[in-house]
């Protein structure tokens, strides 16, 4: 979530990025293995929301190399 706002590019969240809302929710187009694993709060969120394994939390998920993301923006 970090990159998206310094990027300056819009994002969902009415949490503070600490995990509950789930609304900064984010489409992985390409490089979903320069992501970190999802840790056990985002393992929650991902099935809480039944997204689909193309989808990531940005507020928990850390980039390691090049991706390529989209977000609906709510």
Same mark, same amino acid.
């Given at each position: 979530? &970090?990159?998206? !706002?310094?990027?300056?590019?819009? !994002?969902?969240?009415?949490?503070?990025?600490? #995990?509950?809302?789930?609304? $900064?929710?984010?489409?992985? !187009?390409? #490089?979903?293995?320069?992501?970190?694993?999802?840790?056990? =709060?985002?393992?929650?969120?991902?099935?809480?929301?039944?997204?689909?394994?193309?989808?990531? =939390?940005? $507020?928990?998920?850390? !980039?390691? #190399?090049?991706? &390529?993301? &989209? &977000?609906?923006?709510?």
């Amino acid at each position: 979530m &970090t990159a998206i !706002i310094k990027a300056e590019l819009p !994002i969902g969240s009415s949490c503070g990025a600490i #995990g509950i809302c789930a609304k $900064c929710f984010v489409r992985v !187009i390409q #490089g979903m293995e320069n992501l970190s694993k999802p840790n056990p =709060i985002e393992k929650k969120l991902l099935e809480r929301e039944k997204y689909n394994t193309d989808i990531r =939390i940005s $507020c928990q998920a850390k !980039i390691l #190399g090049p991706v &390529t993301i &989209t &977000t609906s923006y709510w």
